[in-house]
């Protein structure tokens, strides 16, 4: 049997020749990087709106460039095609390099220049690898550097992403908000330090849960705002050298035409945007402030539904899967363990980006490739949390009523909403009997002539208006 026989094409840099298959997009530098980089299982190809950045900006790049008399008409109509060709999610599998790599995301900006000239080869009608015509460095990457290409693509693509999550985030509280309505005349008592405290509704803990959630999506709302600030145009290290004294605004008008994002705008310092990385840190905590509220809510819905019959047993939640290979019967809040897991993720990535923005030294943090790829998977962890949460956990709980007004009424607890009226020594009293004999401080309050029964139901009616 007769091999097919590869058609290759040879490309070189500085460290000598390559050859590559004749049909692919990228290049010499890719295939490199490609042999460099073999850490993770995950590639700049898994993340779309990486990609459609790079392109934006490329596309951006060349229409400024154009502008300001730096590039031909001709090439840039090209290279423009190219980049709306990528944008609009062609030849993202051309996109093959681990997320974590040396360089400071020299490789993917390489990557994107290589295959953009390549595509735009073919929209001049020429044959792939004829860089004479189109080149990726000196007209694709005109007046860029990847360092100011790579985190404004970062920027970019983290504020679209964003914007997916706080439409999970909001499905999450939609659904817990519509808990609280269904569970506003739902007694129980409350708890701290994991004791019975005093008379709440159900309803009243579901919508404190929905307020503390909206307070860190605030926070990441907050942060999202400064993602626009961008140092394109800034080239190495923030002096512009090489690119066109009118380039920058032009760019960066550009950007905001491409994207529809008018408040875009140019760092008033490139120098110290291109040094600084501390806005990745500042997502990165407002992510990791989302991901433990939801934690934390998701323990609270663990222990108000544990036993059933021998824990608290307050709620239900719903029943998604088998619990158990040896116990019959019994169902796990496998959900809530899963947003558990993710806030644990989500935390453990702000702590390498936390030491990753610490670690930049002088005009250039390196390490951008691992704080993009931390919070790229930081945010989609939490996107699929959160609409799984209320998807699959919270909109099918239901309540033991009966069960928690038992316990309101037989806790010592009431003796706290009786104490502003029979006073603190007596309430106590009736605390410490009712939690000796097991009698209920409603009965004894009324037996002991301390308070009426209607005084009873209307203290108790009145702890639980907010």
Known sequence: MTEVQTQLRTESDLIGAVELPADVYYGVNTVRAAENFQLSSTRVEQFPELIEALA?????????????????????????????????????????????QGGAGTSTNMNANEVIANRGLEHLGLAKGDYDALHPLNHVNMGQSTNDVYPTALKLALHKMT???????????????????????????????????????????????????ERAENGLKRVRLDLLELNLGGTAIG??????????????????????????????????????????????GALKRVGLIMSKIAN?????????????????????????????????????????QVAY????????????????????????PVMARGLFDSIGLLSNAATMFADKCIVGITANEQLMRNVVEGSAGLAT?????????????????????????????VEKGLLTSAQVEELITEALAV
């Open 56 to 100: 934006i900006i490329k596309h951006a790049a060349a229409a400024a460039n154009r502008d300001v008399g730096a590039l031909d008409e001709t090439i840039a109509s090209a290279i423009i095609a190219a980049a709306k060709d990528v944008a609009g999610g062609q030849l993202h599998d051309q996109f093959i390099l681990d997320m974590i």
């Open 163 to 213: 914007g997916t999550l706080l439409e999970s985030i909001q499905v999450l509280k939609d659904a817990l908000r519509a808990k609280a309505a269904e569970f506003h005349a739902t007694v129980k008592m409350g708890r701290t330090q994991m004791q019975i405290a005093v008379p709440m509704t159900l309803g009243q803990e579901f919508a404190a849960w929905a307020v503390m959630l």
């Open 239 to 284: 002096t512009g050298i090489n690119a066109n004294p009118n380039y920058r605004q032009r760019a960066i008008e550009y950007l905001r035409e491409i994207t529809g994002l008018t408040n875009i705008s140019s760092a008033p310092d490139l120098i110290a945007a291109t040094a600084d990385t501390q806005i990745f840190v500042d997502l990165s």
């Open 300 to 340: 609270d819905l663990r222990l108000l539904s544990s036993g059933p019959s021998g824990g608290f047993g307050e709620i239900n939640l719903p029943a998604r899967q088998a619990g158990s290979s040896i116990m019959p019967g019994k169902v796990n809040p496998v959900i809530a363990e899963a947003v558990n």
């Open 345 to 368: 993720q989500v935390a453990g990535h702000d702590a390498a980006i936390s030491m990753a923005v610490e670690a930049g030294q002088l005009e250039l943090n390196p390490f951008e």
């Open 417 to 445: 909403v009786f104490s502003p009226v029979i006073g603190y020594k007596a309430a106590t009293a009736l605390a410490v009997e009712a939690t000796k004999t097991g009698a209920k401080v409603t009965d004894l309050a």
